[in-house]
């Protein structure tokens, strides 16, 4: 110092400026190099979506964000999500040392609100850094559940009726959606009708009966579209022989038989009019297919019943049968007993013992050739005759009964069946 404070005037002052500078430079440098060490170790995050006024939807919301850690951080531990600044869940860290998917859960208590969110990345030496605020972000209502179950049916010859399950209760209408296929070439889908919330069924009133047709219905609201009902087309319905026949047995039961003419069911509706309405109502469904008749037993005496029969498919439900008509008879009245067969000049004889009294029109008498196969009416006598000569029997064992006559397609039960081989 002493060296210095002997120099010249201008030397000092040049040596003290030099002497500053460098400890200026050294000071800064040190200082520097501290403060970036520091921010090294210190993780990163950024909210690329959903942003500041965007809009969510109750229910789940992917957080779209990429994140890393600083120099010396030890790799990313875990997350934290704050809504409206207040702490909602911990995401720990993917074991392969990726991100995890984070979501923006927002419960229905808020739809229609604003809100605003946070994510908070913690790496493993406890070094934290937290995202920007995202504020503003409109709660709207999540999509609605899909449709389900459509089925369809032909009502007359240009429309159809379409049913569906409704299993949402957020929706603010429905789109019906349809595909033709006319000659060959196919129109795509494309919407023809919208209906109002809480629909379940409508009718396509313009359509050839020459033509298939496919049809899809889809719920809205205000934050979309829902997935697509199943698809129902009218492929394979035809009219079809059904030849429906409804007989009544007394008072109590009504016996229904059709010619099953479809390759492609899975089980057959059974439908019949409510006396005080005359409306259809389904009184069953089958269980499987290849079903040609059905006893109804829950009918009362003395009144008329209309049934009518279709058949279900995957996706459809056939156009319907033929209405058969039938009036059950006042009272039950016990079948003919004690039937015998036995040979006669050149055929067979059945006797029997009728119960009816005087309630009896005449008695039908039946045969089947061999162990299967259907009866075949051969003959009928009028109410006072209790026997039946059958001249023309085949060859082989055969097998008879007999049932009464009560009214128009009214009977008695059938008899017992009996055997004789000729």
């Known amino acids: 110092m002493e060296l210095i404070f002997n120099m010249p005037y201008k030397i000092r002052v040049f040596s003290f400026a030099v002497i500053a500078a460098i400890f200026s430079i050294f000071v800064s440098g040190c200082v520097e190099s501290v403060t970036d060490t520091q921010n090294s170790t210190l993780p990163s995050i950024s909210v690329f979506s959903p942003k500041t006024n965007d809009t969510v939807k109750v229910g789940k919301n992917i957080i779209n964000f990429q994140s890393s850690d600083g120099d010396n951080g030890g790799g990313l531990s875990f997350y934290e999500l704050y809504v409206n600044k207040a702490f909602v869940k911990k995401y720990s860290q993917n074991t392969d040392g990726s991100n995890p998917t984070i979501y923006l859960e927002v419960d229905s208590t808020l739809l229609g609100t604003r809100i605003s969110y946070s994510l908070k990345v913690y790496n493993k030496t406890g070094k934290t850094k937290e995202s920007a605020l995202q504020e ?72 050839s009966q020459y033509q298939d047709y496919s049809y899809y219905v889809v719920a809205y609201n205000e934050s979309g579209y829902s997935t697509s009902s199943n698809i129902a087309t009218t492929g394979g319905l035809p009219d079809g022989p059904w030849n429906l026949q409804a007989e009544a047995i007394g ?8 010619i099953d003419f479809a390759v492609n069911e899975t089980a057959f509706q059974i439908e019949r009019t409510d006396p005080l309405t005359n409306e259809f109502k389904v009184i069953k469904i089958t269980e499987g297919p290849n079903i040609t008749e059905y006893t109804d037993n829950s009918v009362s005496p003395n009144v008329a019943y209309s049934y009518r029969v279709a058949y279900f498919t995957q996706t ?26 036995g040979y006669v000049g050149g055929g067979i004889m059945i006797s029997w013992k009728s119960n009816s009294k005087d309630l009896s029109k ?15 009416e051969i003959g009928s006598v009028t109410s006072d005759k209790t026997s039946f000569i059958d001249y023309n029997p085949a060859s082989g064992t055969l097998y008879y009964r007999v049932r009464q006559i009560l009214g128009t397609k009214c009977y008695t039960p059938y008899s017992e069946v009996i055997m004789i081989i000729y």
């Open 316 to 341: 459809s439900l056939s156009a319907y049968s033929n209405v058969a008509t039938v009036t059950t008879f006042n009272s039950d009245v016990a079948a003919p007993t004690e039937v015998t067969a």
């Open 362 to 376: 005449g008695t039908i008498i039946e045969r089947r050739v061999g162990s299967s196969g259907n009866f075949v």
């Open 136 to 207: 503003n972000i409109y709660v709207k209502d999540k999509v609605p559940t899909a449709p389900t179950n459509l089925l369809l049916t032909r009502y007359g010859n240009n429309s159809i009726i379409l049913k569906w399950d409704d299993n949402s209760k957020n929706e603010k209408g429905f789109e019906l959606w349809r595909r033709d296929l006319i000659n060959g070439v196919e129109i795509p889908f494309r919407k023809i009708k919208s209906l109002a919330a809480n629909t379940i069924s409508t009718i396509d009133g313009n359509i």
């Open 251 to 258: 008072a109590s039961l009504v016996n229904l038989k059709w």
